[in-house]
């Protein structure tokens, strides 16, 4: 699957580059592919600034850090586009750098980082068990054991439900 999404990836570039080339110019696509390139990393350093220094405002609680912390997520990702060679990809970075696309994405990212956080955390915790393992068999079912007793002490102060303390 993620072959053949390379594959598509590398055609719709060849395509577009191809189509520059045949409405403008060999040298015009050049020109502005070059061009595309420059103009984003230009404002892809105006903007980095800002978010930046909202994450600093952030690290000293004036402003809530969601914000910030997924523009960070998405300014890494429109630098990754505008690396990768090509139209398209150099477009969508350059997309990704506008404050309203990033304000308007920010939930989908958020959602994103979220749902990934949470099965890596569920992962961690079966791998922390040792309850996780590969190729094993799961059957579902109840332990019943006749010979079990749970016993509590009894509480005669309030304050035993303290911690106890060293000495």
Do not use: C
């Amino acid at each position: 699957m993620r072959m053949l999404l390379v594959i598509a990836y590398i055609a719709i570039e060849i395509g577009a580059f191809v189509a520059m080339t045949h409405f403008l110019g060999f040298g015009w696509a050049v020109l502005i592919t070059v061009g595309a390139v420059a103009a984003g990393l230009l404002l892809l350093r105006q903007q980095g600034r800002k978010v930046f220094a909202q994450l600093r405002r952030a690290s000293r609680n004036e402003v809530d850090p969601r914000g910030p912390l997924t523009d960070t997520a998405l300014l890494a990702g429109a630098t990754m586009l505008m690396v990768i060679p090509g139209v398209v990809s150099t477009a969508a970075g350059l997309l990704l750098l506008i404050p309203p696309v990033r304000r308007a994405l920010r939930p989908v990212v958020a959602a994103a980082g979220a749902k990934s956080f949470a099965a890596s955390m569920d992962r961690a915790g079966l791998y922390a068990s040792g309850i996780y393992v590969r190729g094993g068999t799961v059957v579902d079912g109840t332990v019943v054991d006749s010979e079990a007793t749970v016993s509590t002490p009894p509480r005669t102060n309030p304050d035993d439900r303290r911690l106890p303390r060293g000495h």
